[in-house]
């Protein structure tokens, strides 16, 4: 660093001091004051929380079935933890890279489950799962024929 802007940063800061504008950023903390003697040692401060954690959303997914026949019926269940009872989930299959709502949905009961009737006619090996209420549920699979 050359000397002159050296110079210009040392007088600019003892400038800001000299002003008090600046004094408490640069000032030092002041040191904690000592025990006495005679008082007993308190005991650390720690907060409780009185409310208990919001459970994060989750869905369960599963299906009646492994293989059917196209455009054969068959249920998808599950449960829905930290989602509440009225809210709607919705059926999901992968298509390519992309997941599509189908048009099948349902609300969740006062149990925390739901069931919906499905009909799949893509043939093969469909990849399947439920969203809603914040939550995604893990893939299913389903081999149509």
């Not at 950023?25 to 907060?47: E, I, K, N």
């Amino acid at each position: 660093m050359n000397r002159a802007y050296r110079f210009a940063i040392a007088g600019a800061l003892a400038a800001g001091l000299a002003v008090g504008g600046a004094a408490t950023a640069f000032a030092a903390p002041a040191p904690a004051p000592a025990p006495v003697a005679s008082a007993p040692a308190a005991a650390p401060v720690t907060s409780v929380s009185t409310a208990a954690p919001a459970a994060q959303p989750a869905l369960t997914a599963q299906s009646s079935v492994a293989t059917i026949g196209a455009w054969q019926e068959f249920r998808v269940s599950g449960k829905a933890t930290g989602i509440k009872p009225g809210t709607t989930v919705v059926l999901q299959q992968k298509q390519g890279a992309k997941w599509v709502s189908l048009p099948a949905k349902v609300t969740v009961n006062k149990n925390s489950a739901y069931s919906m009737r499905v009909k799949l006619g893509i043939k093969g090996k469909n990849a399947l799962r439920v969203t809603g209420g914040g939550a995604v549920s893990e893939p299913i699979y389903v081999t149509v024929r």
